[in-house]
Structure formats: C-alpha cells, structure tokens
T-cell receptor, first 112, second 115 residues
Framework: SQQGEEDPQALSIQEGENATMNCSYK?????LQWYRQNSGRGLVHLIL?????REKHSGRLRVTLDTSKKSSSLLITASRAADTASYFC????????????FGKGTKLTVNP | NAGVMQNPRHLVRRRGQEARLRCSPM?????VYWYRQLPEEGLKFMVY????????ESGMPKERFSAEFPKEGPSILRIQQVVRGDSAAYFC?????????????FGPGTRLTVL
C-alpha cells in the first residue's frame, strides 16, 4: 500500500501564484522528503524535514510537517513556469534498508 | 563530483531479450537502490545493495530480475526474457551510508521499451 499519498493529483496555476501540495502517510517516520521530477527526467531532491521539525524553508519552498495528522505540505511561492514538474513526497522505511516509499505525485503546471 | 550516472539512458528490447541497466553511484557512496517507475506513477522500490551484497530485494520480482553491485564497477540490474510489462523507467539512487536521514541521490534513469 502507498505510504505517501499526494493531493491534488494535478494542479494548474498562473505564474506568480503560490502552489500548495499535500502529502499524507500511514506509519511513523524519521523524516519526510520532497522531490521534483521534470517530464522524462530523474528526480531532484528538494528538501528533507525531520520528524521533530514542524516547518522548513529553502528559497521559495516551504515545507510543513504535522506528525499528529501524518501529513506534510509543500508550498512553492511566486511560482515560475520552470516550476512545472511532478512533485513527490517520500518517506524512508524505518530500520533495515530504509528504502524510500513514494506517493503518486502531484503534477504541477505553471502557466506563463 | 559527478552525480549518479546511469546508462544507457534509453534501451529498446524485443520480447524475450535481455536488458542490462548500469548505475555508477556518486563517489564515496557505497549504498545503491533501484526503483521502477511506470507512466504516471510514483517510484517503487526494487532492491537495495551494498558492495558485493544484496541487502533487501523485497521489491524485485522473483523471476527474470537480478541485481548486483560488485566490488569494482557499476551496479547492474539485469532483466532476462523481457516482456512488454517491463517497459518502464528504472532509476538508481545512491547514499553515502545508512544514516538517520538516508538522503538518496538519483540518477537520470534508464527508459526501457519492450517491443
């Protein structure tokens, strides 16, 4: 079963607007990571937030984590056409291999 | 410091042929993960290797698929007797160690098309 589930599945906004994507997960986590994937390309690591953190910023990105609700959000402020991509949240399994479990992603389109 | 390298970037095979996908981790990284991505889907874990050892292959099909990470050279994901359902993007990620954070760095992927 999916550990991370993003919503919405697709989001279309105008350049300059903010984009918010949400992720829910099922089990307890040590951290949650957000990745970006441009069409037909590999994944780029955006930001990692640990379970004892509530909010983290990186440039135009703001990530929140609510462990009581098992959810996270990614906010991209002042979006640009270049932000058009799919965004995935991922959580490492605890113990053992710590493989990443990904959701299906949110496909963001930023219209110029 | 070069990132994770994968080759080939695109691979076309006919049903029944073998596919070999290579992954060179980042310098200093001794942990390699392979993931598969179907169209419009997220990545699904396949296998986790350290040098000369398979640590977790719980996501890899029992038949036709194998992986290795030899002492020297890249990690190899091998798919024997490919079928159309094997068509997907295969991504490799490397990590310096099994750390508390386990940040993984991804390669550009190999897109396998089975005709």
């Amino acid at each position: 079963s999916q550990q991370g589930e993003e919503d919405p599945q697709a989001l279309s906004i105008q350049e300059g607007e903010n984009a918010t994507m949400n992720c829910s997960y099922k089990t307890s986590i040590n951290n949650l990571q957000w990745y970006r994937q441009n069409s037909g390309r590999g994944l780029v690591h955006l930001i990692l937030i640990r379970s004892n953190e509530r909010e983290k910023h990186s440039g135009r990105l703001r990530v929140t984590l609510d462990t009581s609700k098992k959810s996270s959000s990614l906010l991209i402020t002042a979006s640009r056409a270049a932000d058009t991509a799919s965004y995935f949240c991922a959580t490492p399994t605890q113990g053992g291999s710590e493989k990443l479990v990904f959701g299906k992603g949110t496909k963001l389109t930023v219209n110029p | 410091n070069a990132g994770v390298m994968q080759n080939p970037r695109h691979l076309v095979r006919r049903r029944g042929q073998e596919a070999r996908l290579r992954c060179s981790p980042m310098k200093g990284h001794s942990h390699v993960y392979w993931y598969r991505q179907l169209p419009e889907e997220g990545l699904k874990f396949m296998v986790y290797l350290q040098k000369e050892n398979i640590i977790d292959e719980s996501g890899m099909p029992k038949e036709r698929f194998s992986a290795e990470f030899p002492k020297e050279g890249p990690s190899i994901l091998r798919i024997q007797q490919v079928v159309r359902g094997d068509s997907a993007a295969y991504f490799c990620a490397s990590s310096p160690k099994t750390s508390y954070d386990n940040e993984q760095f991804f390669g550009p992927g190999t897109r396998l098309t089975v005709l």
